[in-house]
């Protein structure tokens, strides 16, 4: 039950005072007031904060962010953000399908006299850019091929292909299958180089003669690659990747020798490495291993898809092949729950990067997901291409320079897919003959504020833009609070974006703009392209404008009289202590000015300035100040 106070009555601690006066009742529920001297920052109101996302070229990968210096990343996008703005992502074109092979699957795709050859499930093709089709099967392989590669031996250029249980090879005439066992190819010192499931390394200088080398010490089964590389020396070497390591080839000594990258043991340990850029890149899951050997001692570095906060749950997957162009290291990413029947991946041809003109193949069951292309500049990560939901995975991808153009070919959901890549760094809108795909949609991490706990006020986003449209256009959209409803993002849409400058978003997205209370705030930007491909939308800044709602907190001033009370059945001399207990108190004190929940108070006691409590007549009055913190 309530102890009922008397109409000049405040307890401290449960000491009940006599007052004079009133109790005066304060709020504070402001900020800290702002440095401003000399502040040049978007952040300078002092009632407003900002937070802007105007250059986004960090990458995605970010689920986070809680101020300005972690504005340049995005948790997902699929949009290109070249100069640090969105802008379509560029367009793939679907090539024909193959048509009688049954399976169209493929397999490998290599580039061999000036065009691409492919491996539709042991069915070769060549594709004829000028006709958009991939013809009649050019040959029929024992099995669906693990491995590609061409390989020059005097004035005869071949195209090999692995088929596990053997091999076969084309003169640009005549088709020869042998049965000498290969998995992988590569070629080192002129010579083809093969690796069977057993890891046991063959060699030839004239096709179809082979010569036995040295053996990987791993189980049968457990390598994963096969290529050539540099040692401590940069001077070029052969290595073979596997489930629990990499292993240089020692060719002085016939053996292969484990290196000190010690990657631990992992199924997809190597899968579809590559050499980039004087470096060497090892998948593993969605980790890559970056590998440079020539400095002492060797440094191994982490670049891949599982770096900061990982991709979200429904784009996760495995890296089944890393592949090189001028500018960005691209990664094929399959979430399918897919199990190959072939311990194989891919490596194929870059034509603009020195490498050796090979394709590897991988081959699936008819599992369902998401396909997804990243591309890493050495900046971040962000996606190239992305494939429609419930499709059969990604297989193979090849850079190259067939038919005079340099493009990204890959093959996914049984068909074969190319991308134009520029030869060197552009700005895509400054190019007018920059074809784009019809649609991104970007996600930005979740903002905070830096403070989780504390509840912010969300009170207008400006967009400045250019180039949008009545069919160009961008939808922006946000939830709120961690939700993983995407119907939030319908429910909080502001009308799409149709015309160029700056366009101004208040909170709520109707009604008064009494702004929206928030603890995290996440934004959606859908872009959407009209008839015309070569024409997007651009967002060049997103931005916040937020200010903190500081929790309700009191202030109570009063005058005490501290004299006997009698009714209380209290002293001077207790009143005193009590009070000079409560001042000198490490914990919060309770102040009540009546009997009610809502008119107790917790916080810390101070005395008004210059008071001074001393002599030895202990009543009298004094004012002190209650502040909850």
């Known amino acids: 039950m309530a102890i009922p106070f008397g109409p000049n009555e405040v307890a401290i601690n449960d000491v009940f005072f006599n007052f004079k006066g009133k109790v005066q009742s304060v709020p504070d529920n402001e900020p800290a007031p702002k440095f401003m001297i000399g502040d040049r920052s978007k952040d300078r109101q002092r009632r407003r904060s900002f937070i802007s996302w105007s250059d986004l070229r960090g990458g995605i990968l970010q689920h986070r962010v809680k101020d300005d210096a972690e504005a340049h990343r995005s948790w997902y996008s699929t949009a290109q953000a070249h100069e640090g703005h969105l802008v379509l992502p560029a367009l793939a074109t679907t090539t024909a399908d193959v048509g009688g092979a049954g399976d169209d699957t493929a397999n490998v795709l290599i580039e061999y006299s000036g065009g691409i050859y492919a491996d539709f499930s042991g069915g070769i093709y060549t594709y004829d850019d000028n006709g958009d089709s991939w013809g009649s099967a050019l040959h029929t392989l024992p099995e669906p091929a693990s491995d590609a590669i061409v390989w020059r031996s005097g004035t005869t250029v071949y195209l090999v292909f692995a088929t596990r249980n053997g091999y076969t090879y084309y003169d640009g005439t005549t088709w020869t299958d042998d049965t000498e066992n290969m998995i992988y190819l590569t070629v080192w010192n002129d010579q083809l180089w093969g690796i069977d499931v057993t890891g046991r390394l063959r060699r030839s200088s004239t096709i179809g003669a082979w010569t036995d080398d040295a053996i990987a010490q791993v189980e049968d089964g457990k390598v994963t690659d096969l290529f050539v590389s540099g040692d401590a020396s940069n001077n070029p070497i052969i290595y ?3 489930t629990r390591g990499l292993f240089a080839h020692d060719n002085a000594n016939t053996k292969f020798v484990e290196t000190e990258l010690g990657m631990p043991q992992h199924p997809d340990n190597g899968m579809g490495s590559r050499r980039w850029l004087g470096r060497l890149y090892l998948p593993s899951g969605l980790g890559v291993y970056e590998y440079v050997a020539d400095s002492s001692p060797a440094a191994v570095n982490l670049v891949g898809l599982d770096r900061d906060d990982g991709l979200p749950s429904d784009r996760r997957g495995k890296i089944v092949q890393l592949e090189g162009s001028s500018f960005r290291l691209f990664a094929l990413v399959t979430n399918t729950i897919a199990t190959a029947f072939t311990t194989s991946s891919i490596t194929a041809l870059d034509a603009f990067s020195s490498s050796q ?9 008819r599992d369902l997901g998401v396909s997804v292309i990243f591309a890493w500049d050495r900046v971040g990560w962000q996606v190239a291409w992305e494939s429609a939901a419930s499709t059969e995975p990604i297989t193979v991808a090849v850079v190259a320079g067939a ?21 060197d760094v552009v700005n895509p809108t400054q190019l007018t003959t920059y074809e784009y795909a019809s649609a991104f949609t970007h996600l930005t991490p979740w903002f905070t504020g830096g403070q989780t706990e504390v509840e912010k006020l969300a009170l207008l986003l400006r967009a400045e833009t250019t180039n949008p449209t009545t069919s160009e256009t961008l939808a922006i959209s946000y939830r709120i609070n961690y939700s993983t409803d995407d119907g939030d993002f319908t429910t909080n849409a502001w009308t799409a974006i149709s015309a160029s400058g700056e366009t101004e978003l208040p909170f709520p997205v109707s009604g008064d703009a009494v702004g929206v209370s928030f603890r995290a705030i996440q934004f959606r930007i859908v872009a959407a392209q009209g008839s015309n491909n070569k024409n997007t939308p651009d967002l060049i800044a997103l931005t916040l404008e937020w200010r903190q709602k500081i929790p309700l907190r009191w202030s109570n001033t009063v005058e005490l009289v501290i004299a006997d009370k009698s009714d209380r059945k209290t002293t001077a ?3 005193w202590a009590a009070l000079l207990t409560a001042l000198g108190s490490s914990t919060l004190v309770k102040f009540q000015t009546g009997p009610e929940s809502d008119q107790s108070f917790f ?14 007549d202990r009543r009298g009055s004094i004012k002190v100040t209650h502040v909850e913190p």
Not at 357 to 365: D, I, K, L
Not at 403 to 423: A, E, S
């Open 240 to 242: 073979a990747a596997t």
């Open 357 to 365: 003109n090979r394709g590897r193949g991988s081959v699936f069951t």
């Open 403 to 423: 038919y005079g153009k340099h493009r990204l070919w890959w093959g996914q959901n049984q068909r074969v897919f190319y991308m134009d890549l520029p030869v």
């Open 573 to 575: 001399e207790d009143q």
């Open 603 to 616: 916080g810390d006691l101070a005395t008004a300035p210059g008071v001074k409590l001393s002599g030895l």
